[in-house]
């Protein structure tokens, strides 16, 4: 986990993305045959100016002005037509794609190991989910169908000049090379800061998440202002880096902008003279003119893609990271559980979750059937952990778990998580109702089922007074209790035989190991 793998360039991030975008490739094909039609349309109107100014106007030729007018009407209409069915081809497409590989992504958080999450701050992942996908899907939309028509659009337009004139086309294509040059120096000094600025918002999106998740924390300790400098000092990060980059485009943008207008004087110029001199008709340089608009509007729109395109290859390049971590192996792997009885037990179980932090050393203990064991010791002493290692959350580095004499290693993952009921340290309400919430172990459960009283999440001590129990914190632990259920038939939950006994969870599931992680301590008293 710690080796870390060699970062993408954004070549390969934009071939993966490519790859991913083959899946849609019929869409893609059709909203790119579109795109061409579109643009091979917009070449009538120039035509048409011509024709007007060197044919029908001097020629006096009014019977043709309704044909000449028609022509350029209906060329215009048919692209609009076309363009109403790209943008709704665009649509289904954008759609499809970010569908996909959001449900990739998620599918991909779910499956990874918990060690990973220990080096990951949600509101990075977050980050990852909510704001890099979408900019992911940019560079397909406007990278590949915008770029793409926007390269077609400059090709066309530079062969119709030069066919039409080769001259005056040189002229008006002079300046492109230096355009291009441009766009090149900007993509490398952009490419290294859109992704620090896409880093920059993670962390002050983690920021945010634990403000949000941790206020209990805060208000107890009155840590408000520690918090709110930390934001800000987040904050004022973005807000260096977005700077940085918009001053870029600030200046990147109006040079371009610059340097096409020089070259459309220039044509102006060199065109008027060719023209005093007879050779060029006002109609060509006209012509020439509207040509020009052609030529350098999707230049001016490749800028724009340009920008989107380090920013979602920047963002690619996260999403990526992500996908190719390795999965928890298959969750089906391994021998099921039949009978269980519910015997436990530790053999010289040695673990720690880094190499240089020994935790657990040699432990070797055994909870026989319907026994109740309390593992007490001081925070931090590795009372949980025995848990993640039960449930298989970690693997010890040496030694054997067995779950009844069966090594579980040897069991499937799933078979095993559903035998035994955790109560963790941590309650968690997921959104929704309590009713959702109740049924996360169980979604079969019937309404009976769910509404049979639920146990008393914990035995009441004797000889301290509770506090009183905050109804949110009570009602998550009373989820907790109930939802991991196995589809077996609950029992009742007081057993006739033993009437003036509170019964703990365990009582109420004879097919699961009950283990209960020790109650909460007071924040103070707590390891960060
Ligand atoms: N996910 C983790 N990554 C690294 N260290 C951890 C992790 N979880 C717990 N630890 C460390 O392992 C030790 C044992 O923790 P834990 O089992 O939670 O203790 P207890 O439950 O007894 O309070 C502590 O030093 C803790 O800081
Ligand atoms: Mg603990």
């Known amino acids: 986990m710690d080796d870390k793998p060699e970062p ?8 993966r993305l490519l790859a991913f ?27 048409v100016v011509r024709w007007f100014m060197d044919e029908i106007i001097p020629q006096k030729r009014s019977d043709l002005i309704w044909r000449a007018g028609g022509l350029a009407l209906l060329a215009f209409t048919v692209r609009e037509v076309l363009f109403y069915f ?32 220990d080096h990951q701050s949600t509101g990075d992942i977050l980050t990852k989910l909510a704001d890099d996908v979408p900019a992911t899907q940019r560079v397909i939309l406007e990278g590949i169908e915008q770029g793409c028509t926007a390269v077609l ?41 859109a992704t620090a600025a896409r880093e920059a918002t993670s962390v002050l999106n983690a920021t945010l998440h ?28 973005l807000q260096e880096k977005q700077t940085r980059l918009m001053a870029a485009w600030a200046f990147y943008s109006p040079s371009m902008t610059l340097l096409g207008n020089g070259g459309l004087v220039l044509l102006l110029m060199a065109g008027s003279w060719w023209c005093v001199k007879g050779s060029m008709t006002p109609g060509q340089l006209m012509e020439f003119i509207l040509l020009v608009g052609f030529l350098y509007e999707p230049i001016a729109r490749l800028h724009g893609v340009n920008q989107t395109l380090l920013n979602g290859l920047s963002a690619a390049k996260r999403v990526f990271a992500i996908l190719d971590n390795e999965t928890e ?27 240089d932090k020994p935790v657990l050393h040699d432990i070797t203990l055994r909870a026989a059937r319907h026994q109740t064991i309390a593992i007490v010791g001081a925070t931090g002493s590795g009372k949980s952990t025995l848990f993640q290692l039960l449930t298989r959350f970690y693997d010890p580095q040496s030694g054997t778990i067995t779950l009844d004499g069966t090594p579980i290693q040897n069991l499937s993952k799933r078979a095993l998580r559903q035998s035994l009921a955790y109560v963790t340290q941590e ?46 914190s009570h009602l998550r632990r009373r989820c907790e209790i109930r939802a991991p259920h196995p589809d077996r038939p609950r029992p009742t939950p007081r057993q006739p035989h033993q009437p003036h006994h509170r019964p703990s969870p365990q009582h109420h599931r004879p097919g699961r190991c009950h283990l209960r992680s020790p109650p909460r301590p007071h924040p103070r008293q707590r390891h960060a």
């Open 427 to 472: 309650a968690f309400l997921f959104a929704g109702t309590v009713r959702d919430n109740l049924l996360i172990g169980r979604p079969s459960a019937t309404d009976d089922e769910r509404r049979a009283p639920a146990p008393r999440p914990r035995p009441r001590l004797p000889q301290r007074r509770p506090h009183p129990p905050a109804r949110r």
């Open 8 to 15: 993408m360039t954004n070549r390969s991030a934009l071939r």
């Open 210 to 237: 634990d403000t949000i998740t941790g206020i209990r924390q805060i208000k107890s300790f009155t840590a408000e202002e520690m918090r709110q400098w930390k934001f800000l000092a987040a904050s004022q990060r």
């Open 329 to 355: 192996e298959d969750l089906d792997a391994g021998q099921p559980l039949d009978a269980l009885r519910g015997e436990v037990e530790f053999n010289a179980v040695t673990f720690s979750y880094r190499a």
């Open 21 to 47: 975008a083959r899946g849609h490739w019929r869409i893609a094909a059709g909203q790119f045959a579109l795109a061409v039609a579109g643009t091979l349309l917009i070449f009538v109107f120039p035509g």
């Open 153 to 193: 659009q400059i090709i066309i337009t530079a062969i119709v000049m030069l066919v039409a004139d080769t001259q005056l086309a040189l002229i008006v294509l002079a300046p492109t090379p230096l355009i291009a040059a441009g766009g090149w120096i900007y993509s490398r000094w952009v490419s290294p800061r």
């Open 86 to 117: 790209r943008t709704r081809v665009n649509c289904t497409f954008e759609q499809r794609m970010i569908t996909d590989l959001r449900s990739q992504l998620h599918r991909k958080v779910e499956l990874l190991p918990l060690g990973w999450f």
